[in-house]
């Protein structure tokens, strides 16, 4: 009699604990969502004022003066976007992960609830994520406003936002891989020596292509998850006649890389947590 009926509650169990899952990432998710909308002045204050004025500076004042070509503020504008979606979501996962875990022990609470710790582990990159995509539409509106010149295919809003989602993703699997396998001590060296190298191998400032000649450093740039952001918001918003990677080659290699560094990431978030 127990052997027919086992199977019948199985099913059940796994219901049960989907939705008690569920509710749980429901409700950190909730609490995350509270605690920025307390502060969000001063979290768009240190999302916006780096990103403004590199869009000032390199699409205003350097066009004005002759420097550079009118053309390139439309190429920068989508780069400029990627970027800041990219390192608000790193910054937003990582930090939060390294306080939690060595000072505030805020972490230990929330793995007392009811379900997997890779259940809290999602929700922070999913929180970090969104953070980062905040970032990053918060320029939208900014970069039209300062520059001349710009202008976007309607067409392209959708698949780009797809783009800048994925984007944000990946940068939070960066962010939880730091954010747990590095010591509390270091987190300003990794940062700078992370950060820097991959504003500056992502495309932001130049189309891929344009490497050509320039091989070893395209093959770098390759690497970045960064890159295939940047030039995915290039080649569904800009009607340009600037070569940029196409758009399904853009979002399989985001995928893929996404993947990785989430599946690393919860990795290396079981070990702290049991440590």
């Keep these: 009699m127990t052997a027919t009926t086992a199977p019948e509650h199985a099913p059940q169990r796994e219901t049960s604990d989907l939705r008690t899952a569920t509710r749980v990432f429901g409700s950190l998710l909730s609490r995350d ?3 920025i909308g307390q502060d969000f002045s001063t979290f768009l204050v240190k999302t916006l004022l780096q990103p403004f004025a590199m869009l000032f500076i390199f699409g205003v004042v350097l066009v ?25 979501a790193l910054q937003s996962t990582a930090m939060p992960m390294v306080m939690d875990f060595s000072f505030t022990k805020e972490i230990e609470d929330r793995l007392l609830a009811p379900v997997s710790g890779n259940v809290v582990a999602l929700e922070k990159v999913v929180f970090g994520a969104f953070r980062g995509l905040l970032s990053g539409l918060a320029m939208v509106p900014i970069g039209f406003l300062i520059m001349d010149g710009v202008s976007w295919e309607v067409s392209g809003l959708l698949p780009g936002l797809m783009v800048l989602v994925l984007c944000a993703l990946s940068a939070s699997g960066v962010g939880m891989i730091i ?35 320039l091989l070893w450093f ?9 890159t295939y952001a940047s030039e995915g918001l290039r080649d569904v918003l800009l009607d340009s006649p600037i070569q940029s990677i196409p758009l399904w080659v853009d979002v399989l290699a985001i995928v893929g890389m996404t993947t990785a560094l989430i599946v690393a990431g919860l990795v290396g978030f079981r070990k702290r947590a049991v440590s």
């Design 179 to 213: 954010g747990t396998f590095v010591p509390p001590q270091k987190i300003d060296i990794v940062f700078t020596s992370t950060i820097t190298p991959l504003m500056f191998t992502g495309a932001t400032w130049f189309p891929w292509h344009g490497l050509d000649d």
């Design 218 to 226: 395209q093959i770098v740039c390759g690497f970045n998850p960064l």
């Design 33 to 35: 969502f509270y605690v």
């Design 64 to 88: 004005e003066l002759g420097f550079v070509a009118p053309e390139f503020a439309q190429l920068l504008f989508p780069g400029v976007i990627a970027l800041n979606t990219f390192i608000g």
